[in-house]
């Protein structure tokens, strides 16, 4: 499995930025894939997923209404829309993958996730 995150940039505050997770090497049905972040001197975050198969999508409380995660099963793709970036959302962005074992799971923790793509810079300037 590979996981190849793009996207990344330099953005002023209240710019966006799209980010893309090209997802190779299985088929991911289902699978969660998730997009988390790593601010400078912070553990890994969670910031949103997607369920491959039915879409369902989840949000972290602080990036809710401005990030849009969506995905692309013709391109196994997976997106990042961020509208409204601040300074503070300066980070690493990594994608992952999950696999769903149960109609139960968590997407919110790193360790719940087996693949991970290399991550992209994202910094806002003020």
């Known amino acids: 499995v590979q996981l190849q995150a793009s996207g990344g940039g330099l953005v002023q505050a209240g710019g966006s930025l799209r980010l893309s997770c090209a997802a190779s090497g299985r088929t991911f049905s289902g699978y969660i894939m998730g997009w988390f972040r790593r601010r400078p001197g912070k553990e890994r975050e969670f910031a949103a997923a997607?369920?491959?198969?039915?879409?369902?999508?989840y949000y972290a409380d602080s990036v809710k209404d401005r990030f849009t995660i969506s995905r692309d099963n013709a391109k196994n793709t997976v997106y990042l829309q961020m509208n409204s970036l601040q300074p503070e959302e300066t980070a690493v962005y990594y994608c992952?993958?999950?696999?769903?074992?149960?109609?139960?799971?968590?997407?919110?923790?790193?360790?719940?996730?087996?693949?991970w793509g290399q991550g992209t810079q994202v910094t806002v300037s003020s």
């Open positions: 997607i369920t491959w198969s039915s879409g369902n999508t």
């Open positions: 992952a993958a999950k696999r769903i074992s149960s109609i139960y799971y968590d997407y919110r923790t790193p360790g719940e996730y087996g693949y």
